[in-house]
């Protein structure tokens, strides 16, 4: 299998659950993003992970918690999440000193 | 600081006609420029990319030109299909800035047969 795989495609999950978003990358790129996407809103970046490493956090809610243990999978875990964390949310990979990243589909997350 | 500001959609035409898409940036330095699709229920992907001024990407009959005196990178393609239908995203990658995609709001395309 090639490319970047998330599973699941699909989750609703309530307030109090906890649950796990999962990233796979096959193309032996070495820098993975969370992107969050909404309705009439840009893409937000969440989290970008370089050689492992998380190296950037953009203000998001601890409620979203990301692991990368190791370069080709990604996880996003989530507790109490609100109704307006519903959103369609990406993982991407990259070749650090290259342009150009490869999306996956998305999971579209809605909290009730 | 950098931005990418891309015309609002939708944007409906017929099968067969002439496309543009809008897109101008700002930018400090000389960034890559990028579009990218999203099709309907799917992630996006890598439509074209340009990386210095007066490049041209080119895919799929899509084209754009990286103009740095106007600071655009307009997507155009010479005839629809109606499989063209998606969410078309312009980007920039400024090599400066953690190397972080910058995107504009995206603008939706719908052909009709």
């Known amino acids: 299998e090639t490319g970047v795989t998330q599973t699941p495609r699909h989750l609703v999950m309530g307030m109090t659950n906890k649950k796990s978003l999962k990233c796979e990358q096959h193309?032996?790129?070495?820098?993975m993003y969370w992107y969050k996407q909404s309705a009439k809103k840009p893409l937000e970046l969440m989290f970008v992970y370089s050689l492992e490493e998380r190296v950037e956090n953009n203000s998001v809610p601890s409620r979203f918690s990301p692991e990368c243990p190791n370069s080709s999978h990604l996880f996003l875990h989530l507790h109490t999440l609100q109704p307006e964390d519903s959103a369609l949310y990406l993982c991407a990979s990259s070749q650090v000193d290259r342009a150009g990243y490869t999306f996956g589909s998305g999971t579209r997350l809605t909290v009730v | 600081g950098n931005s990418v500001t891309q015309m609002e959609g939708p944007v409906t035409l017929s099968e067969e006609a002439f496309l543009t898409i809008n897109c101008t940036y700002t930018a400090t330095g000389y960034p890559s420029l990028f579009w990218y699709v999203q099709y309907p229920g799917e992630g996006l992907q890598l439509l074209l990319k340009?990386?210095?001024a007066d490049d041209k990407g080119s895919n799929k009959g899509f084209e754009a030109t990286y103009r740095k005196e106007t600071t655009s990178f307009h997507l155009e393609k010479g005839s629809v299909q109606v499989s063209d239908s998606a969410v078309y995203f312009c980007a920039l990658l400024n090599a400066g800035n953690n190397r972080k995609l910058i995107w504009g709001l995206g603008t939706s395309l719908a052909v009709n047969p």
């Open positions: 340009a990386t210095k």
């Open positions: 193309l032996g790129h070495n820098a």
